[in-house]
């Protein structure tokens, strides 16, 4: 059976901004070691991710005072992680990991892809991007794009900057097109991966997939499915928004380092949509990690 695009691209886009919404930050259990880590993060991001994407607006472009930049540090991907403690083969208990990590804010690069396909159909969101955790508002400069199989034209291109007081958007589809103001409800709201961690930690031995490297890091995977009603108790809002899609489930995986830190996590469910289901796949990583940055309003930002 051959699908419309509107059937992926609507399944995609769900997805995409539902794991944005609820797992763009890089923490576990809301909190980041003091210390710059290894390559080890969206948001959409969805980033990710990406914080979720606005849609695009068309608005005359005036220009706007804008703050002094401030010099972005550089970011230190050698640094060693510290936390838990290791044993001789360098496991470490990932409960121990979570209740020691440090809340202290940090920046990191933060790059998603989500995959949607079905009979033979898919399309494909990425996003990509510098981005703040351990902070009120996700602070960051992101771009999103989506493209169906088949063809490089992308659906959507947006790029968003996030100064931590206001949300800035521009369409890069349109050449020229201006930056405005966004007024998308949510989008300087913080959000956490850390309480899906941390009810893989909680749900023990079956979750708990062992030592890995993950990014040329020791990692620890933590995985399961998560039903319904646990994600009702982890993230009322994304599940709502699942649930309303006739979505039952998905399974996350996460791999944290000694630091309690997020090193990437992927989701997978599946959408029924227009007589068919769609098969989503979320991968998000997070690397470079450095101090926390700071994210000027765009020069020519709309009044």
């Known amino acids: ?24 930050d890089g923490d576990g259990a809301k909190s980041a070691p003091s210390a710059a880590g290894a390559p080890a993060t969206a948001s959409p991001t969805v980033s990710a991710s990406a914080s979720a ?5 068309s608005t005359t472009e005036a220009a706007t005072p804008t703050p002094t930049p401030t010099a972005t540090p550089t970011p230190t991907p050698t640094a060693t992680a510290t936390g838990a403690p290791v044993d001789a083969t360098g496991a470490f208990d990932p409960a121990v990991a979570l209740a020691n990590a440090d809340r202290t804010p940090y920046a990191a690069t933060e790059t998603m892809k989500t995959t949607a396909s079905a009979d033979g159909q898919g399309s494909v969101i990425t996003a990509s991007g510098r981005v703040n955790f351990n902070t009120p508002t996700r602070e960051g400069r992101t771009e ?6 088949g063809s490089d034209e992308p659906m959507f291109w947006m790029e968003v900057v996030n100064t931590g007081s206001a949300v800035f958007m521009r369409d890069k589809s349109k050449p020229g097109g201006a930056w405005s103001p966004s007024s998308t409800a949510g989008d300087t709201r913080s ?3 850390g309480d899906y961690v941390k009810a893989l930690v909680d749900a023990g031995p079956a979750a708990r997939k062992g030592m890995e490297q993950k990014n040329g890091v020791p990692a620890y995977h933590l995985g399961a499915r998560m039903t319904a009603a646990q994600m009702k108790a982890i993230d009322p809002e994304e599940y709502k928004k699942l649930v309303d899609k006739g979505v039952s489930g998905k399974q996350i995986d996460v791999w944290i380092d000694r630091a309690g830190r997020v090193l990437a996590h992927t989701q997978s469910m599946k959408i029924p949509k227009d007589g068919t289901t769609v098969t989503t796949v979320i991968t998000v990583t997070y690397t470079d990690f450095g101090p926390r940055e700071t994210f000027p309003a765009p020069t020519a930002a709309a009044s």
């Open 1 to 24: 059976m051959k699908i419309r695009r509107t059937t992926l691209t609507a399944a995609a886009t769900l997805i995409a901004l539902s794991a944005v919404a609820a797992c763009n």
């Open 53 to 57: 994407t606005p849609s695009p607006s």
């Open 144 to 149: 999103t794009k989506m493209t169906i199989t």
């Open 191 to 193: 959000d956490s991966i």
